[in-house]
């Protein structure tokens, strides 16, 4: 019943109890204030403990809704209740009141912290790589009315479920998430494609797990984003049960709207952006358009070394099918050639070689693999990532900051015709309306600007991010260098082994010397 509990299921005192404890940078309310608020309750202390133990916190920090848990949890228990989450889901209307006092009253209960700086993003790789890692699984051919689609299996390590989620579950995510976030890197999702007819070829199929590695990229990032990882829609979309994930995902969203009208900081962003920011914006995208092409360069080196892997293991194969054929022919020998070869001997021996070469080829495939999963996986991650810091670029330049401009010109029109109107006897009527439209549009322009500053706050936000992910390049760079290890290490042991083998094909008789074990 947690995910429940939203916005609109809460009574507006419990916003005003928020809004008294809650910090001004960062919207999260401290662990500690939260249990000097159960202090003031004079519930026993086994009482507070219970109730602290069923409230989620993140690194010291409850969010909003885990603090509207615990305030109806601390309600229920000073009704004489047990203070269990199973219990809050008999509440079908509104949740009960805790009694705590005037809201105002309670923010001496909050800790005043340093003076910290809101544009500055506090987390570290490790920090944001542990919020959750999520996999997907594919379901193939789950049979429609016409058509087979492909089903998903997401496990959440954080939330320890399993929901089955279908392409177009992730469409409508994805689509809420911009309008939620619109100025926040919000990944792109991979291409949609309607699938035909049994899933049975081999492009289709690579189409398949291309599309489910994408998927599994996407929602990773989202998930340890700082800023989405705490969302409803996050939680709804990896956690509900239920037959119509979608209705789900759009009735939340319509109780929270997008970010700029539930932030509080929204309309103060100006106050805590640089002199400098449009010139610190265009260094910055710059520099992210660099890095993104240097390492675009690398996943596809490194993309076409676990092809060759790959292939590679297809030619040892065939090259040890050929020896197994070569060996197996039964074919006799001509009478002049039979008293003197030993080619008989020799074809038996040949054909043993064989399965040295499968193995030689699973060591390849295997090699490859890695260089798959293991490097180029983690290189299209921040390639992801980078991407959408490009995009929202664009849809800074292209959405708020373009509406802004189009707004002031309109403004501009309306001012002229207004002096025109002032200069030139009009009807009183037409005078009023275009005064009425130059006020409005006044309102509409102050939310715009509030919005572009806002937008500006978010970019440097974003761009932080951005940096804390780099250090990504190590982990890829270990992950190569292992990889080739492990598995230069490998192949040299079959070759090793299968080295000692070919001392009978080399014999007196053959008139041929063996080779040496080792390079001269």
């Not at 939203?6 to 500690?32: H, L, T």
């Not at 987390?123 to 998903?152: A, C, M, N, W």
């Not at 037409?430 to 970019?459: D, G, H, K, W």
Request: proline share 5%; with cysteine; net charge neutral.
């Amino acid at each position: 019943m947690e995910g429940e509990i939203n916005e609109g299921s809460v009574p507006p005192y419990y916003r005003e109890v928020y809004q008294a404890i809650s910090g001004r940078a960062d919207e999260r309310v401290q662990v500690q204030v939260f249990q000097r608020l159960l202090s003031r309750t004079d519930l026993p202390s086994a009482v507070q403990s219970q109730i602290a133990d069923h409230v989620e916190n993140s690194e010291g920090f409850l969010s909003k809704l885990s603090l509207y848990k615990g305030l109806a949890l601390i309600a229920l228990a000073q009704q004489g209740k047990q203070p269990s989450p199973k219990l809050l889901e008999n509440c079908i209307q509104e949740f009960p009141k805790p009694q705590l006092g005037d809201p105002k009253h309670l923010q001496s209960l909050k800790m005043q912290p340093t003076q910290e700086d809101p544009l500055i993003v506090s987390q570290t790789l490790t920090k944001l790589l542990g919020r959750d890692t999520i996999q997907i699984e594919s379901i193939p051919e789950k049979k429609g009315l016409f058509l087979k689609h492909v089903e998903y299996q997401v496990t959440s390590q954080r939330f320890k479920i399993s929901v089955y989620r279908r392409y177009s579950d992730f469409d409508v995510f994805h689509e809420l998430m911009l309008q939620r976030f619109a100025y926040r890197m919000v990944p792109a999702l991979p291409p949609k494609r309607m699938l035909k007819g049994v899933l049975t070829s081999t492009s289709e199929q690579e189409f398949i797990e291309g599309r489910r590695r994408a998927l599994t990229r996407f929602i990773n990032l989202v998930a340890r984003h700082p800023f989405f990882s705490e969302d409803e829609l996050l939680k709804t979309f990896l956690t509900f049960n239920g037959s119509d994930v979608q209705t789900k995902l759009r009735d939340a969203y319509k109780k929270m709207g997008d970010e700029f009208l539930t932030c509080r900081l929204a309309t103060q962003a100006k106050e805590y952006l640089p002199a400098d920011i449009q010139a610190q914006f265009s260094s910055s995208r710059q520099l992210i358009r660099n890095i993104h092409n240097s390492f675009h360069k690398l996943r596809d080196r490194a993309e076409t070394m676990a092809a060759r892997s790959k292939e590679n293991a297809t030619d040892l194969l065939m090259f040890g099918k050929e020896l197994s054929t070569l060996g197996t022919d039964s074919a006799p020998l001509p009478p002049l050639a039979s008293s003197q070869s030993t080619w008989g001997s020799l074809r038996q021996s040949i054909k043993g070689l064989s399965v040295e070469f499968g193995l030689l080829a699973d060591k390849a495939m295997q090699q490859g693999k890695r260089e798959e999963d293991d490097v180029v996986e983690k290189l299209n991650l921040f390639l992801d990532l980078l991407q959408s810091y490009k995009d929202l670029c664009e849809r800074h330049e292209k959405g708020v900051l373009h509406e802004h401009q189009r707004a002031l010109q309109k403004y501009s029109v309306m001012k002229r015709q207004m002096m025109s109107a002032t200069v030139q006897p009009k009807e009183q009527v037409s005078v009023e309306q275009l005064e009425s439209r130059i006020v409005q549009q006044e309102n509409a322009i102050q939310t715009m600007e509030l919005r572009n500053y806002f937008s500006l706050f978010c970019l440097h936000q974003e761009i932080q991010l951005v940096f804390i992910y780099l250090p990504i390049t190590s982990h890829i760079l270990g992950a190569f260098v292992n990889s080739q290890v492990q598995g230069h290490r490998e192949m040299g042991e079959v070759w090793s082994a299968l080295h000692p083998k070919l001392s009978c094909l080399f014999g007196a008789s053959n008139g041929l010397q063996s080779p040496p074990l080792s390079p001269k």
